[in-house]
């Protein structure tokens, strides 16, 4: 069963997974912008911002995590985003063992694990200050769609300075953020029962080919195909 709610923590999210016995899951982990922080089964992972589908290689009974918004997680976790993408790395490699096995640790023997992992959030990032506002401003154009020089001018950046940012911030450069949240814009818009061609139009693509390409290289799977699997796990209360 996979749940999720918002967090305190401005714009991060809280999910869990839970199964009767350690399993491997095959729910498809589609890039998003995101990185998370996960306690699987007593360890402490971080898994960092994708460009293209992941599905887990580990039999784990239960997840907490904590997904922060785009760009957050270098802030608070301490590494650079470009370090972890499409990785998923062992906190204890980033931190150190004795730091990361006291964290799992209180994490692990809370009543919520996923609670657990959000005071800890809490307390990092009174600590940090707020989101950088240029990071946000960053992902708020991009994500409603608009070009990345056009964001850099906007933002009274130069382009290189953009990429440098977007680096260390998102993982991977403007471009590959833009695609990505093209990509989530469109998928919502299949979840919410829109036919491919529709969702096409309105994400910003150029027609329904262009989701479709860009759907099976970042997803692995075709836009119809999504739609069917999400149907059926909505029904189910799931979430992919």
Not at 150 to 172: C, I, K, N, P
């Amino acid at each position: 069963m996979y749940e999720e709610r918002p967090a305190r923590l401005d714009g991060a999210v809280l999910w869990t997974r839970t199964a009767p016995a350690p399993v491997v899951s095959d729910a498809l982990v589609v890039p998003d912008g995101c990185m998370d922080l996960i306690w699987a089964d007593g360890r402490l992972l971080v898994a960092g911002a994708d460009t293209r589908a992941h599905r887990s290689a580990e039999a784990v009974a239960r997840y907490a995590g904590l997904r922060f918004a785009p760009g957050d997680a270098p802030r608070l976790l301490g590494v650079p985003a470009a370090e972890l993408r499409d990785r998923r790395v062992d906190l204890a490699d980033l931190w150190g063992a004795g730091p990361a096995r006291r964290l799992a640790g209180r994490i692990g023997t809370a009543p919520d694990p996923a609670a657990a992992l959000e005071a800890y959030a809490l307390r990092g990032a009174a600590r940090t200050g707020p989101a950088d506002p240029l990071v946000r401003a960053v992902t708020a154009r991009l994500g409603a769609g608009r070009p990345v020089a056009e964001t850099a001018d906007a933002l009274g950046l130069g382009v290189r300075r953009l990429h440098r940012l977007s680096l260390a911030a998102f993982g991977y450069g403007p471009s590959v953020l833009a695609r990505v949240l093209r990509l989530q814009r469109a998928l919502a818009l299949l979840r919410a029962g829109l036919p491919p061609a529709e969702a096409a139009a309105r994400a910003g693509y150029t027609d329904q080919a262009h989701l479709s390409r860009d759907t099976r290289a970042l997803a692995g799977t075709t836009p119809a195909a999504y739609a069917r699997v999400s149907a059926v796990v909505s029904a189910n209360s799931e979430i992919p």
